[in-house]
């Protein structure tokens, strides 16, 4: 048995959570960092054999996958011309560090 | 050392916390995990000495088992005189899920 | 590759977060436990390689170390005088319990 430890991007827990509840692996929800640093964070556990361990990390990479994304300008702008003008703006989002832990002893109540 | 990841329901947290600490554990609770899937659990940490690990399990595994309750109904139903009627529903409360990590090093300040 | 486990009061949280986070280390803060006991405590997770884990256990515990301070006495008390008066109480703060765990694969995505 192995621990996985992921910490996942808040945007993207929905999606992973779903997609490794589908495929019948029980996941734990660690409540968000709500730091300074860091914040829009998610830590989920998830126990599995160590033959599941490889299909976990797929799941996670593909769900969870740095990208970038336009996002609308957070404020509007004066522009050159004297208009408020709102420019797109080009923001990296996403992304998983995951962390597999060797589980000496497994015991369920 | 090792550390015990213990998975506990929120009914059970009061209950298994107290009776670790008062043989003298230190429990560490992480905040629930308030998402949408598992919702109602707690993730519990506890640091001990390897002689010490089956004597917590077994703390943890009593106080926190897969049990039957007899709830009231969430809502009334309409019964088939016309009048509200509300049942008793058997739900299954508790459970635990544990994970024994071995520790490398382990320090105080 | 290691993952450390730090738990440390909720007063040393921001201190002890900007200095590792000062030294590239990339710290995840999980919420503090709001539980009946230990209430007050935030756990920390910080993966690294193997040669950098003391110099993050020594971070820790000297940006955590436990220490007594003065605090104001909660609330007035009466005196002999039959004058309210505020004495000085002197608490202990700070302190930090770190595990460090063996990490049997690391994956970023
Ligand atoms: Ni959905
Ligand atoms: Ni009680
Ligand atoms: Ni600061």
């Not at 829009?40 to 970038?68: A, P, W, Y």
């Amino acid at each position: 048995m192995k621990l996985i430890v992921a910490i996942v991007h808040d945007e993207d827990t929905h999606n992973v959570m779903e997609k490794l509840t589908d495929q019948e692996y029980r996941v734990t929800k660690l409540a968000s960092t709500g730091g300074f640093l860091r914040a829009g964070n998610t830590t989920l556990l998830v126990g599995v054999e160590k033959e599941k361990v490889q299909d976990v990390i797929e799941t996670i990479k593909s769900t969870c996958k740095s990208r970038k994304e336009i996002a609308p300008a957070a404020a509007p702008m004066m522009g050159a011309s004297g208009v408020f003008m709102s420019y797109p703006v080009e923001v990296q989002v996403g992304g998983a560090t995951i962390f597999v832990l060797n589980v000496e002893q497994f015991e369920k109540a």
